[in-house]
């Protein structure tokens, strides 16, 4: 890389309100660099990579699927050249310690990211990529509309040049439109012709600029005379006639430019959100969606327990699956807690018939897969079919009887470690409360419950610690709580059992 060029930028990071601010701390052409990517973990990074080929990488480490520690290895090990800079919180100086280890240029800790110190690191990282220089673009005042769009959704101040962009859609109506790709994002390049083509047909002046694209969505603002306005709905229709596997949601018309922000996050995302529970409606309007947002029905934990506990699993297993239909019929539910409602379904569930003395080895093995393929689900059908997977396995579960109610003493010795796995228990000390020799209770446990005693005692207190982590409660107390007086050696024993760190889980619980 010789000569003076832009230099190209990628951002990685889980939450698009960070990336969103990142884009906007400075006019970064003008300080000689180009964004050219952006996504939320570091599997979507590397699938574009190859695609937009960035000269330097800036990642966060906290992140779903493949965090920015493992990315940083990849990258640094199959792209060397790619300058890579951290994003990391406080307490987790372990992986930006092993980062550095895998040739990061720096790390930036979040609460002190601003646009002083991210260009300064920006500049550190271009100085040590071989003979290239940075072209520094001279002051322009201007924006680009994609930009001022871009502000606009995000809630940051559009003020400059505003008039100027507005000349650009001179009609009285505008819409925004998005487009579900998720059934054929291969199909991208096809709904562009369609819609530019439809939008031209028969309609004066109407503009459909498209705005941009995201995973498998994309979106336009359309600007029609008051007129055509007529036209608009039979258009979008039509679109959906001539690409059957795309879904199109259509918003209110409104008169104000600057409103696009508002209309947004008020209309198209809860759209979005609607196609996610009736995949089936090709369009998508928003007097479809039920006004007034239903509270979801409460799930009725209490009764559940004692219906296991009374072995009347047939009734317990049909309750789950009727409350999970329900809840699927909630279409103004937002998507993350609908995901979350039906996870603690299958996590309470696990637990309470390992309480009451089942083998659920099996239903815990799948159970953090499943609880993945949920999170990763693209429509709730896809949800409520994992659930019932999961009710299939439960009830092979209790059918094969394979109850430790049968033997009286490995029932005794689970409940004793319920009761006191907050404790600094030991296999030892439950040795001599149950007057056995330890060397010969470590020998019984294991074949007794296809696990070793301090495996389980973990997987007691990872499933406490998951409870604690809903709470605002400082993770450093709650692994004292769960009975670990050593702090990094919970974290330790939590990732391993969950794949996620302490952080990172309750990161995803408040999504």
Known sequence: ?????????????????????????????????????????????????????????????????????????????????????????FGEFEYVRSSFQSGVVDYILKPKLDSENLLAVLKTAVQR????????????????????????????????????????????????????????????????????WLFSENTDDAISYFMKVEKEACFYLLN???????????????????????????????????????????QLLPLFQYRFYVPEKQVVLQSDIVKDKEEPPHFQLEWLTEELKRERFESAFRYIREHGKTL????????????????????????????????????????????????????????????????????????????????????????????HYMEPLTLTEVAKHFHFNPSYLSTYFTSHNKEGFSEYLNKIRIDAAIKLLRTSAPISDISAQVGYSDHSYFCKVFKKGTGYSPSQYRRKLVK
Request: charged share 25%; glycine share 4%; with cysteine.
């Open 1 to 89: 890389m010789k000569g003076s060029e832009l230099c190209r930028v990628m951002i990685v990071d889980d939450e698009t309100l960070i990336r969103q601010g990142i884009k906007h701390y400075f006019n970064w052409e003008e300080e000689g660099f180009l964004i050219v990517g952006e996504a939320s973990n570091g599997q979507e990074a590397l699938e574009l990579l190859e695609e937009v080929q960035p000269h330097i990488l800036i990642t966060d480490i906290v992140m779903p699927i493949m965090d920015g520690e493992e990315l940083t290895k990849i990258v640094k090990a199959n792209y060397p050249h790619i300058e890579v800079i951290v994003l990391s919180s």
């Open 129 to 196: 990529i071989p003979d290239f220089q940075i072209t520094n673009k001279t002051k322009d005042t201007s924006i680009s509309i994609e930009q001022i769009i871009d502000k606009l959704i995000t809630g940051f101040d559009v003020s400059e040049n505003i008039e100027e962009v507005q000349k650009v859609f001179p009609n009285e109506i505008f819409y925004l439109l998005g487009v579900d790709l998720s059934q054929n994002p291969a199909a991208l390049e096809e709904v562009k012709e369609l819609v530019q």
């Open 224 to 266: 029609v005379k008051d007129k055509d306005s007529v036209h608009v709905v039979p258009k979008i229709k039509e679109c959906s006639q001539r690409q059957p596997k795309i879904g199109f949601m259509l918003t209110e018309p409104f008169s104000n430019f600057i409103e696009i922000g508002e209309m947004y996050k008020r």
């Open 328 to 419: 699927s019929t909630q279409v103004t539910m937002d998507v993350d807690e609908y995901k979350t409602l039906i996870n603690n379904i299958i996590f309470n569930v696990t637990i309470l018939l390992r309480n009451i003395g089942f083998d659920v080895n099996e239903l815990e093995n799948s159970k953090y897969s499943q609880m993945k393929q949920i999170e990763e689900a693209k429509y709730a059908k896809e949800v409520l079919d994992f659930l019932d997977q999961f009710i299939n396995e439960a009830e092979n579960c209790v059918s094969n009887k394979q109850s430790s109610v049968e033997n009286e003493n490995m029932k005794k010795l689970l409940a004793y470690i319920s009761e």
